[in-house]
């Protein structure tokens, strides 16, 4: 997976390819696949802060999705540290917001 990762992290360099990552949630007491495939993209040589805009902002962008504004909805994951600088933080939210109500904390 890593190779075609690889593959497909160079042609998003290039301008010939959107990398965008999967963070699709399973079902229950399954957790989302965004922190291992941010990790892996990294691990391919796409820059954290892209990895992290693929499973995010430009995802959202790609699917026609609007950014965040007054009104909007918009749910929130909260972190100690910078995942763009820090991937590994992806996979410990200190807090996630869903639907305007918290349903985790550390």
Same mark, same amino acid.
């Given at each position: ?19 965008? &990552? ?7 007491? +399954?957790?989302?696949? =965004?922190?291992?495939?941010?990790? /892996?993209?990294? $691990? @391919? ?26 009104? &909007? ?7 100690? +540290?910078?995942?763009? =600088?820090?991937?590994?933080?992806? /996979?410990?939210? $200190? @807090? ?11």
């Amino acid at each position: 997976m890593l190779r075609e990762l690889g593959a497909a992290a160079q042609a998003a360099r290039t301008g010939w390819a959107k990398v965008l &990552a999967d963070w699709r949630v399973g079902g229950a007491g +399954r957790r989302a696949a =965004g922190p291992s495939c941010t990790r /892996a993209l990294v $691990a @391919a040589g796409v820059t954290p802060h892209d990895a992290l805009a693929a499973a995010s902002w430009s995802a959202r962008e790609y699917l026609g999705l609007g950014g965040l504004e007054p009104g &909007a909805p918009a749910d929130a994951v909260v972190y100690d +540290r910078d995942p763009r =600088g820090d991937p590994d933080q992806l /996979a410990d939210p $200190a @807090a996630v917001v869903l639907r305007g109500r918290c349903v985790r904390r550390r």
